[in-house]
C-alpha cells in the first residue's frame, strides 16, 4: 500500500506538457542562461567557441552546395558528355520570285516593304512549314516521326513510341525553325536531326513540299481570277447576242431596215407637203381675190389644197400613228433606237470584258510566284547541338539560383519564428 502511494505521489510530481509559448519562453530562457555563461567565459574561449561554431556552419554549407548544386551539374555534366545524342543542323534561305516582266515604281517599292505581296506570301510559306499538314507530309513520304523515334536516341531527346500526334507536332515545332526576315525577304529554314543525312533530306522536302503549296495557291488564284473574268466576257457576249436579235426583231416587226432613215425621209417629204401647201393656199387667195369662186383655176387650186392637206394627213399619221394604229415612225424609231443604244452598251461591255480578261491573263503572269533557294540545304559535318558546355552551364546557374531562393526563403521563416 505504501508503494502505491509513493508511485502515486512520483506521477503527480511530473512535469505536464508545455503549450507552445511557454516551450517558447523556455528555450529564450536558455538561450540567455547560454549567453550569459558565455559570456562568463575568457576571451579565448569564446573565440573558440565561435570558430566552432563557424566551422560547423560552413559545413552545412558545403554539404548544401554538394546536394542542391554540384550533384546536378555532374549529372549533367554525365548526362550531356555521356548519353546525349548528337544532333545536326541543316540550314537553307529561301525567297518568293514572280514571273513575267520586271515591275518599276510605286508599286515594285510597295512589295518590299512587309506585309505586302511577297511578304505575305512569304509569311504563309513560313506558316504552312510550320504547320500541322507539313508535319503530315514529312512523315508519309520520309518517315519524319520514324526517325526521331529511334530508339538509339537518348531517352530524353528522343520523340516517345506512343506519342500523340500533338505531342509530336510540339516536338516538330522543337525541332524545325522557320524565321522570316523582311528587310531582306529571306525565309531561313533549321532542322535539327540525330543524322546529317536525314536532316539534310528534312530540309529539302519540306522546301519542295512548300514550293508545292505556293504554286498550288498561286495557281487557284490565278484560275479563280481567269475563269471570274471568262464568265463575265461570257455574260457580255450574251447580252450582246440578245441585243443583236432584239434590233433584228424590231427591223422585222416595222418592216423597216432602219426606221430612223424612214423617219427622216418621212419628215423632209412632210415639210415639203407643207411648204407646197402653204404656196398653194397664197395662190388660191391670189386667185380668188381676182376670180369667181366657180372659176376653173380657182377649182383646181382648190382641189389641190385639199390634196396637199390630205397627204400632210397621212404623212402624219404614218409618223406618230392615229388612234386605231400605233405603229407609226416615231414608236418605230423610238423601239429601233433602244434596241440599238442596248446594242451599243453590250458591245461596249463585251470590248471592256475582253480587255480585263487579257489584263487578268497578264497580272496572272507577273503573280506566279516560286520559292527560290538563297542557300541550298546544308549537309553538317559535325554535329552542332547539344551545346554540352552551354547546357552545363545553365544547369549550374539554375541550380544555384533554386538553391539561393530555397535558402533565402528557410531564413526568412527561421526570422518569422524567432520573433
Known amino acids: 500500500m505504501q508503494k502505491n502511494k509513493e508511485k502515486d505521489s512520483a506521477v503527480d510530481r511530473s512535469p505536464s506538457p508545455l503549450s507552445a509559448d511557454e516551450q517558447r519562453k523556455q528555450d529564450t530562457a536558455g538561450k540567455i542562461r547560454q549567453l550569459k555563461a558565455d559570456a562568463q567565459n575568457s576571451p579565448a574561449d569564446y573565440a573558440q567557441l565561435a570558430r566552432k561554431r563557424r566551422r560547423k556552419r560552413s559545413i552545412r554549407l558545403v554539404q548544401k552546395l554538394i546536394i542542391f548544386v554540384l550533384l546536378p551539374v555532374i549529372i549533367a555534366t554525365v548526362y550531356y558528355y555521356r548519353f546525349a545524342s548528337d544532333q545536326y543542323m541543316s540550314t537553307a534561305g529561301v525567297t518568293l520570285k514572280s ?22 506570301e512569304a509569311v504563309t510559306a513560313k506558316e504552312y512549314i510550320l504547320s500541322r499538314d507539313m508535319l503530315r507530309l514529312l512523315d508519309e513520304q520520309v518517315g519524319f516521326l520514324k526517325h526521331y523515334k529511334n530508339p538509339k536516341i537518348d ?16 516536338y516538330y515545332q522543337d525541332m524545325v525553325s522557320a524565321v522570316f526576315e523582311a528587310e531582306s525577304g529571306v525565309l531561313i529554314l533549321e532542322i535539327k536531326a540525330f543524322d546529317a543525312r536525314n536532316a ?33 466576257v461570257k455574260e457580255a457576249e450574251v447580252r450582246l447576242a440578245n441585243a443583236q436579235k432584239n434590233v433584228l426583231a424590231v427591223q422585222k416587226k416595222t418592216a423597216d431596215f432602219s426606221p430612223q432613215h424612214s423617219a427622216t425621209a418621212a419628215m423632209g417629204l412632210k415639210t415639203n407637203l407643207e411648204n407646197a ?8 387667195s391670189q386667185a380668188r381675190a381676182i376670180m369667181s369662186p366657180l372659176a376653173p383655176k380657182v377649182q383646181a387650186l382648190s382641189r389641190r389644197v385639199s390634196a396637199l392637206k390630205t397627204q400632210i394627213t397621212k404623212e402624219n399619221n404614218r409618223l406618230l400613228g392615229d388612234d386605231s394604229d400605233e405603229s407609226g415612225l416615231g414608236k418605230n424609231m423610238v423601239e429601233f433606237e433602244m434596241a440599238m443604244l442596248e446594242k451599243e452598251l453590250a458591245q461596249k461591255e463585251y470590248q471592256s470584258a475582253l480587255v480585263s480578261l487579257e ?38 546557374l539554375v541550380s544555384l539560383s533554386i538553391f539561393g531562393i530555397f535558402s533565402l526563403t528557410i531564413s526568412a521563416i527561421k526570422e518569422h519564428a524567432r520573433m
Open 99 to 120: 514571273e513575267g516582266p520586271m515591275q518599276y515604281g510605286i508599286d515594285s517599292l510597295l512589295g518590299s516593304f512587309a506585309g505586302s505581296g511577297s511578304s505575305q
Open 155 to 170: 531517352y530524353l531527346a528522343r520523340l516517345p513510341k506512343d506519342a500523340s500526334f500533338e505531342d509530336a507536332f510540339e
Open 200 to 232: 539534310n533530306l528534312f530540309a529539302k522536302t519540306i522546301i519542295k513540299l512548300a514550293e508545292d503549296k505556293v504554286n498550288s495557291i498561286s495557281t487557284k488564284m490565278q484560275a479563280d481570277k481567269i475563269n471570274f473574268t471568262r464568265k463575265v
Open 277 to 284: 401647201l402653204v404656196m398653194a393656199q397664197a395662190e388660191l
Open 359 to 396: 489584263m487578268a491573263r497578264l497580272e496572272a503572269l507577273k503573280q506566279t510566284r516560286y520559292l527560290v533557294e538563297i542557300s541550298s540545304p546544308s549537309l553538317p559535318d559535325e554535329a552542332t547541338y547539344p551545346k554540352r558546355w552551354l547546357k552545363i552551364l545553365t544547369a549550374f
